[in-house]
């Protein structure tokens, strides 16, 4: 009888979105005359840009002509949207990049979890905590881990806790460490840092050999012009860090896809007899191997996002949500709710009031307020005692939402 991969065992609860999922069926099941609200999961809400949208439709229309039909593309991606990508959304922050060291996907969460196909299993991952659960969970499944304890800690990951202590920046390893995650602005808690913070774990990435995933899937959203968008717009990040970006949330393409993950030929690891070798290089045999690229219309429509047309379109669906994050914000903290994030993110990390645990306020908001949102705790256990808002919602259930949630509270 064939053999299972006993790493999924390990993983003790559900996906965390499933779980949140499910427990809204069951309630609406039992409360069909109610009207849930869903600021929870992280999926957008506006149609796609026209501008954008037209592109799709014509490259749809081109699979339709003999002398326009596109079929395999290259992995990689097409040159015409990563010479895009770089020339719009590169080089203005100064940042030079070769269109080899671009890779465009089917999405950032999907690419966030292959690229440990090149890593060697014995190497030693740091993730924040509080964080995204793809980083913990995907380490688990490939049999990175042992066990987790009793708090969901996983043996063989390094924590690093983020806090209100540290402002949510965690504090640098004191334990050797091969791989470091960070996600800024951050997920689950709409944290950004400054170029001085990145320039700190730049620095040690290079002086300890460690390679930086660096997840800038939010990047379009932050407002504060000293706040980098890239992890490269530091000195020495190309020789440590490898960056994934999404068009998921910055042009609304959950149900679309496409993302990309940025691998400078400079990032180099070693072999088991100790020789250095190119990550860029491990990167494309295995995209070559195991992927046959993003659709054409999808990287049409994606391309069409950097056109002038395109990108004032997109930046106006941005700042709708941005806006909606201003009023959950500042709505809550009327009602004396401590709130961070959604200044330069579009989600609201909020402190449970008096005390109450992740999913309580989960089951209180649901049951009472038919609010739905992300209890802190599923994104670790640094997470407990806070809960997660999106603003990915449409204007008018934004404001319905949180005039519930201010009533609830009073």
């Known amino acids: 009888m064939a053999k299972i991969n006993d790493n999924y065992l390990k993983l003790k609860a559900g996906y965390l979105f499933p779980e949140i999922g499910r427990r809204v069926r069951e309630f609406s099941a039992a409360n069909p005359d109610a009207k849930v609200i869903r600021l ?56 030079e990049l070769k269109t080899s060291e671009i890779f465009i996907s089917d999405g950032s969460k999907c690419d966030c979890a292959n690229i440990l196909d090149i890593f060697a299993l014995d190497n030693v991952v740091a993730i924040g905590d509080p964080v995204y659960p793809v980083y913990n969970d995907t380490n688990v499944m490939v049999g990175r881990t042992g066990e987790a304890n009793e708090k969901g800690y996983y043996e063989k990951i390094v924590y690093l806790p983020c806090t209100e202590a540290n402002n949510f920046n965690p504090a640098l390893p004191t334990s050797k460490v091969d791989i470091i995650y960070l996600c800024f602005p951050n997920n689950p808690t709409g944290t950004v840092a400054s170029k001085a913070e990145l320039k700190k774990w730049v620095d040690y990435a290079n002086a300890n050999d460690c390679v930086i995933f ?3 899937a939010y990047e379009a959203f932050i407002t504060n012009p000293e706040i980098p968008h890239s992890i490269y717009e530091i000195e020495g990040a190309k020789k440590c860090a490898i960056e994934f970006r999404s068009f998921s949330k910055t042009a609304g393409f959950t149900g679309v896809r496409c993302g990309l993950v ?34 054409y219309p999808v990287q049409r429509a994606a391309a069409a996002v950097y056109s002038d047309q395109g990108w004032q379109e997109t930046k106006e669906i941005i700042d709708y949500y941005m806006e909606n994050a201003r009023l959950i914000r500042e709505g809550l903290r009327e009602v004396g709710v401590t709130c961070y994030g959604g ?41 407990e005692g806070y809960f997660r808002l999106s603003a990915f919602g449409h204007r ?15």
């Open 262 to 295: 940025v691998v400078p030929e400079e990032v180099m690891g070693t072999t088991s007899t100790g020789e250095k070798y190119s990550f860029n290089k491990l990167w494309n045999r295995r995209v070559s191997t195991k992927f046959n690229g993003a659709s």
């Open 40 to 95: 929870g999961i992280g999926d957008v809400t506006r149609p796609l840009a026209p501008t954008v949208l037209k592109a799709f439709h014509a490259a749809v229309d081109d699979l339709g002509t003999t002398d326009h039909f596109a079929g395999y593309g290259p992995e990689q991606g097409y040159d015409w949207l990563i010479n895009t990508i770089i020339e719009k959304s590169y080089n203005p922050l100064g940042v």
């Open 214 to 216: 660096f997840d800038a």
């Open 343 to 383: 200044v330069d993110a579009p989600y609201i990390w909020l402190k449970t009031p008096g005390g109450m645990s992740s999913w309580d306020f989960f089951d209180k908001l649901l049951n009472e307020c038919n609010v739905v949102g992300t209890p802190g705790s599923g994104f670790g256990p640094s997470g």
């Open 396 to 410: 008018e259930n934004v404001i319905e939402a949180v005039a519930r949630i201010k009533k609830n509270l009073k």
